[in-house]
């Protein structure tokens, strides 16, 4: 048998059992787009631009402003309905003042009318701050171009805590969203007080407290007939009281010389510091009562009482004793200790095991 023969049989018997494979498609094939699923409308003719223009347009009205004071009732029918003649469109201006014309058809519109909040901030979560705020805003605008005062020249005033604010809003306001306001009472509060307006005037005193603190002043000292000038003064846990005289420099603190009251230099020269810092040294006598605390906190209570008994001698000391820091109260006092704690915030040393 030939071996082509036999080949090209072999071939055509392989082919038979072994249909070619066939070629697989990318699913998405490239320069095609799904087809639609809706049924296609016919495109709708484009008018020209000059037909357009040709089509005649009714023109937009206003209504006129509804009286409120009539009596809506006078509108009803027999049935209590609203008479539907009325609330017909009108096509062009003249129906449409006809049937505003009259008191009765504009009573027969109030029904119909959509109800509109008073408060633009009506939508808002906090519709009365809101208001509030924009109000000041809007005043601050207003009158911005007023002279001011100079800084620190302003009248003192006590605005309202968050506490006394919240007391008059039904909504929850956050310390940092009350804080604008004061920023802006501040900004109104700094117009000059011969050109401020009463309608400014009005809107700060809604937000004052109804008791001033910074009108109060301390009952005034004078000297006695002895020539003594009284001073209070006080440092943490002590107390004292000075009396100032007019001599030669003497200084007792409880029966006892300055040296043998205070130990320490430091504590000497704190309790005439207000002497020193002014050059009275060697023009008044002090006499001065100390109880409680220690040292350090007598010496520095005795500076502030001898102070407010030289203002009573002089009273124009007091800037130069204001700059000498001896004039102001020191507010610290010793923290407190904790429990679980070895003292005010030390901590017992940490153990592993």
């Known amino acids: ?205 809604r937000y004052e407290r109804d008791v001033n603190p910074f009108l109060n002043r301390p009952k005034p000292t004078s000297v006695d007939e002895y020539g003594r000038a009284r001073g209070v003064g006080r440092r943490k846990s002590s107390h004292a009281v000075a009396w100032l005289v007019e001599g030669e420099g003497e200084v007792r603190v409880n029966g006892k010389s300055l040296s043998e009251a205070f130990g320490r230099i430091h504590d000497r020269e704190s309790a005439v510091f207000a002497l020193k810092a002014t050059e009275r040294l060697d023009k008044y006598n002090c006499w001065i009562v100390a109880r409680g605390g220690g040292t350090t906190g007598q010496a520095e209570s005795i500076t502030l009482a001898v102070a407010k008994a030289l203002m009573v001698h002089e009273p124009l000391l007091k800037p130069a004793l204001r700059r000498a820091g001896c004039v102001t109260r020191d507010p610290r006092e010793v923290e407190r200790k904790k429990p679980g704690k070895l003292k005010a915030r030390k901590m017992p040393a940490w153990v592993k095991r």
């Open 1 to 205: 048998m030939d071996a082509k023969l036999f080949t090209s049989s072999f071939r055509c018997a392989f082919s038979s059992l072994h249909p070619p494979a066939r070629r697989r498609l990318p699913l998405r094939l490239r320069n095609t787009r799904p087809l639609s699923t809706t049924s296609r409308r016919p495109a709708e003719p484009v008018e020209p631009q000059d037909a357009r223009s040709q089509v005649p347009r009714e023109p937009v009205h206003a209504a006129p402003p509804i009286d409120f004071e009539d009596d809506p009732d006078a509108s009803r029918n027999d049935s209590g309905s609203v008479d539907p003649d009325v609330t017909e469109a009108a096509d062009d201006e003249a129906d449409l003042d006809a049937a505003f014309s009259s008191r009765s058809n504009q009573a027969k519109l109030l029904p119909k009318l959509r109800v509109v909040p008073r408060s633009a901030s009506y939508f808002t979560a906090k519709p009365t701050f809101t208001d509030d705020l924009l109000a000041l805003q809007a005043m601050v605008r207003k009158y911005q171009i007023l002279p001011m005062s100079k800084p620190g020249e302003a009248p003192r005033k006590a605005w309202k805590t968050h506490a006394q604010y919240m007391l008059n809003v039904p909504e929850p306001v956050r310390t940092s969203a009350y804080k604008s306001i004061l920023k802006l009472l501040s900004r109104l509060n700094y117009i000059h007080p011969n050109l401020l307006p009463e309608e400014v005037a009005q809107m700060l005193s």
